[in-house]
Nanobody
């Protein structure tokens, strides 16, 4: 029932920037955390960044200092600012949310993904 809708992906040159957004909607009592993951062709899906509703963040070493994650609790929306992009950042980026449909239960949901392509 809960859906995540991603936006902001696209094609950008190396050194450029993008801003991804992911909005959660549906039967949500509360959101515990949201995050971004990515999967390049032939590779395993990997964590990019996560953020809790309290604002605690976690980043993959490969994106520290370049990407910034933020959350708008009122809108159940997470953003990812991607700066200084390189071709190695090319991947499908997936949004994830850990949420409570009703207390005290928690579950998770994935978005469909948005393509980020960085040209050299």
């Amino acid at each position: 029932q809960v859906q995540l809708v991603e936006s902001g992906g696209g094609l950008v040159q190396a050194g450029g920037s993008l801003r991804l957004s992911c909005a959660a909607s549906g039967s949500i009592f509360s959101i515990n955390a949201m995050g971004w993951y990515r999967q390049a062709p032939g590779k395993q899906r990997e964590l990019v960044a996560t953020i809790t509703s309290a604002g605690s963040t976690n980043y993959a070493d490969s994106v520290k200092g370049r990407f910034t994650i933020s959350i708008d609790n009122a809108k159940n929306t997470v953003h990812l600012q991607l700066n200084s992009l390189t071709p190695e950042d090319t991947a499908v980026y997936y949004c994830n949310a850990v949420y409570s449909p009703r207390q005290p239960f928690y579950t998770s949901v994935w978005g469909q993904g948005t393509q980020v392509t960085v040209s050299s």
